[in-house]
């Protein structure tokens, strides 16, 4: 199921978008209201009513819906893995902006956070002009959410924790980001996370590796890559972080993007306001952002 959270008439809801992409409004559904993190805890009980609504056309379709993020408020920040496929690890290194020390390629996943206030939904204005240093650049990720939780989940288990994948943009300040050394305020800023357009159920995106990732630019392709050219794959990211934090129902983890950031371009190619970036990946669909 391709869930979405919308807005329509002044109230926000849960809904999912049929096969004709119209949303269908299952905020009825044991009063889910908008509060897509109860659908996910709940998903064993609640996910088999809602597909066989879905299936049934009982579900009332929503004319005039704007979509949102379908996750409007994550359960904390946004776990994210950085320097995750070989060539951006390359890429990254050789930019003069990487502050950390060591090789290209890192020996251990890289994690940092963004902020649940850096949230946005599909179509919503990423805010480069609140970058004083003018340096905002785009990453395409595919996000992994967790559906449920535990410490110390083992790789062999880990994709059965995997609730669904949603598209984001690690929408970056790299002056920020090396500034302050710490990535949390390049990346953390207030509307420098799109999220959407939906959240696929796990059981329906098929094999990851199989997948590409594209990221556009005013209609420029600017990355381009194999969901399989990840250094650190899924249920190594999951084992990783669940070896140290419990992972919560509702969690997410941003994998990393591919080649072809801004900053690998000479000059920087960097977001200024009037551009569109879309960042599509098969079967999860598109996700555009105009710049503001
Ligand atoms: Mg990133």
């Known amino acids: 199921m391709r869930l979405v959270t919308f807005e329509a008439q002044?109230?926000?809801?849960?809904?999912?978008?049929?096969s004709e992409d119209r949303v269908r409004d299952?905020?009825?559904?044991?009063g889910l209201g908008d509060d897509m993190n109860a659908l996910i805890a709940g998903a064993d009980s609640l996910?088999?009513?809602l597909r066989q609504r879905l299936d049934s056309g009982e579900l009332p379709v929503v004319e005039g819906a704007t979509l949102l993020s379908p996750i409007l408020r994550p359960v904390r920040d946004i776990f994210c893995a950085g320097k995750n496929y070989f060539e951006h690890a390359h890429e990254f290194h050789n930019s003069g902006f990487d502050n950390k020390s060591g090789g290209a390629v890192p020996e251990f996943p890289i994690i940092f956070t963004k902020a649940t206030t850096s949230v946005i939904g599909p179509d919503q204005p990423i805010p480069a002009s609140a970058d004083p240093t003018e340096s905002v650049d785009y990453e395409g990720e595919l996000t992994v959410v967790i559906g449920k939780g535990g410490r110390n989940i083992s790789k062999q288990?880990?994709?059965q924790h995997v609730f669904g994948y949603v598209i984001a943009n690690d929408v970056t300040s790299r002056e920020l980001q090396k500034r302050h050394s710490q990535w949390v305020l390049g990346k953390g800023m207030d509307g420098f996370c799109p999220l959407g357009p939906s959240l696929m159920t796990a059981d329906e995106i098929g094999p990851i590796d199989?997948?590409?990732l594209r990221t556009e630019v005013n209609g420029e392709l600017r990355q381009e890559a194999k969901l399989a050219d990840l250094i650190f794959d899924v249920p190594t990211l999951?084992?990783?972080i669940s070896e140290r934090i419990m992972l919560l129902p509702g969690d997410m983890i941003a994998t990393g993007t591919p080649p072809g950031v801004g900053i690998g371009f000479t000059p920087p190619k960097y977001l200024f306001p009037g551009d569109t970036?879309?960042?599509?990946?098969d079967r999860l669909g598109s996700l555009q952002n105009p710049v503001a």
């Open 10 to 18: 002044v109230r926000t809801a849960v809904g999912c978008l049929d």
């Open 26 to 30: 299952a905020s009825g559904v044991a």
């Open 47 to 49: 996910l088999p009513v």
């Open 157 to 159: 288990d880990a994709l």
């Open 210 to 212: 199989a997948l590409t």
């Open 238 to 240: 999951i084992t990783a």
């Open 277 to 281: 970036v879309t960042v599509t990946i």
